[in-house]
């Protein structure tokens, strides 16, 4: 058993290898060879009016490795004066997180690995970018369009750029400081022209993709900012304006992305904010401090998978004019099993990673 923190991680995958297993881990569910739980969501109040407790788990199985990923975290909601809202999340204080990545043998149960959470978090979110991409966009894509500016944002500008000709990109976020500081960071990173935009429809204007990572609870460009042979590659449907829906020639999502309420417990409910759904503690009025993003969640259950694209059963991209949209979310614990998977097996190639003992984990059955 290991301990591969963020700093060690960075050094054991790049962005193109972890395109690579994602799209190997991805085509083997129709075989049976790679499986996952979609995301699950508890939420139970706190003492302060405008935030919630969050305990989320997903899990998935591929090459042998089973991973589970959890995170405990507190969510703030940020209500702006136009009405839209914007959800942040914490661990003990502001720019902390809690969240963990724990690898097992399928072979003999044993634990393998124990990865804190934020850079294959960043990776596996920017690698599905990348996939997306490059099952629908058009291959002479050179311009990408980047709505959002936070750290998520970085992988999936990347991601993006490991399967593009990508040569440059325009940014747009609500801070000016930044976009900007976004914009000269990754401009260096990625060796390409990036530039900050005042405006969505200036930064839209003419790209080949539109990227949208961010934590908004309502759309983020408007449907007539289309134009033929886009690609749209989202991280929540919140981001899309519903009437942008008819304007995409091919819509795909990646897998199921959470599980959604049965109906028979009103304590499961959908829209829980940024997530889909969620089992949700609390009083009525404690409920209420929850804003509900139901309704500005685009409905994508109608939309072929992944796979099917990659097994025939759907059609991808046939003309350089269609419109094109990739859905990003699900699949979750799947990629927490590829990627990490990648990751383990790397760290034990270089012998890297901190020993811990096994007997935290394991222990005689006997009492």
Known sequence: MILIDNKTQSNLLTMTECVEVLERAFSAIDTG???????????????KTNEYYRFGSMEGWFDGIFAIRFMSEVMTFDHQKDGSWREGQYSVEAGKNCAVVILFSS?????LALLNDNWIQHMRVGGTAGLGTKLLARKDAETVCMIGSGGMAQTFLEGVCAVRPIKRARVYSPS??????????????????IKAMDSVSEAMAGASI???CTNSGSPVFE?????????VVCVGTNEVPPDAIPRFDIAVRQGIHSMPPSGDDKRHREGVGLSYAGFVA?????????PNAGGAHIETSSFPKYIDVIAGRAKGRTDASQITFYYCHGNQGLQFASVGGAI?????KSKVGTPMPLDWFVQDRTM
């Open 223 to 231: 449907a007539k900012w289309l134009e033929p042979g886009m690609h």
């Open 210 to 212: 539109v990227a949208t």
């Open 107 to 111: 072979e003999n149960g044993e634990p």
């Open 176 to 193: 000016r400081t930044n976009r900007e500081a976004y914009a000269a960071k990754m401009s260096l990173r990625l060796g390409i022209d």
């Open 282 to 290: 609390g009083s009525e009025e404690e409920m209420a401090r929850i």
């Open 33 to 47: 060879q790679a499986i996952y739980r979609p995301k699950t969501d508890v939420n139970v109040p706190n003492s």
């Open 344 to 348: 383990y097996r790397n760290a034990i």
